[in-house]
Structure formats: C-alpha cells, structure tokens
Nanobody, 129 residues
Framework: QLQLVESGGGLVQPGGSLRLSCAASGFTLDYYAIGWFRQAPGKDREGVSCVTGTSNTYYADSVKGRFTVSANNTTGYLEMNSLKPEDTAVYYC?????????????????????????WGKGTLVTVSS
C-alpha cells in the first residue's frame, strides 16, 4: 500500500525539541516535494515548511529560525527546536510528485492527484509544561 506515515510527535516542554519523520511506504521520494502542515484545535490548517526535490525551501514566518525541513529518498524530516505552546497541533506531511513551487505548495496546497500525491494521517505534537 502506497502511503506516508508520520512519527516523532509527543509531549514536550516549552523550549524543547522534537524531530518528526515522514516515511514513504511502497514508493520512494525521488522527484517529490515534501511539505509539513499543522492544524491546531479550532484553527485552519497551515503550511509550516516545504522542500522540493531541488532543495528549495519555504518556512512559515512563525517557525523561521526554529524549524528545519529536509528529506532523502525514503523519509522527510522536520526538526523543531525552541518549541512554543502555540506550536501544539496535529502535524501532517504530504508528498507531491514533480512539484517545484515550494511557496504555493505550503500556502495553498493543491488537491492531491490520485496515485501521484500523498498525505499522511498526522502525528500530535503537544508543547506544555
């Protein structure tokens, strides 16, 4: 089954760090752009960070300098440092095939194309003391 599986979420104190992973199952991430999105309770989903196959990156203003996105041909990563309570959310990863508009991908993710693009089911990050 072709899918993305997120892991690495959990409870962390303010100022702490977490590393989220997004593993591809049944396919490789060659030629894929990887995006990380989050949705907090009662809020709309927002794009956090995206990276293309050519290593172009985008970061939301709220996470610049604190989060780092990366990917290899099997797994995407989101390194999160200096976490704040407002970072609490369910984090989702997405993979878009041959997609190079990193800013648009994060700000207005396109509808996933069947058999080409994938979304994970999310992992919960809670930042609290």
């Amino acid at each position: 089954q072709l899918q993305l599986v997120e892991s690495g979420g959990g409870l962390v104190q303010p100022g702490g760090s977490l590393r989220l992973s997004c593993a591809a199952s049944g396919f490789t991430l060659d030629y894929y752009a990887i995006g990380w999105f989050r949705q907090a309770p009662g809020k709309d989903r927002e794009g956090v960070s995206c990276v293309t196959g050519t290593s172009n990156t985008y970061y939301a203003d709220s996470v610049k300098g604190r989060f780092t996105v990366s990917a290899n041909n099997t797994t995407g990563y989101l390194e999160m440092n200096s976490l704040k309570p407002e970072d609490t959310a369910v984090y989702y990863c997405a993979a878009y095939f041959f997609y190079d508009d990193v800013q648009n991908m994060c700000k207005s993710p396109p509808v996933a194309r069947s058999g080409m693009d994938y979304w994970g089911k999310g992992t919960l990050v809670t930042v609290s003391s």
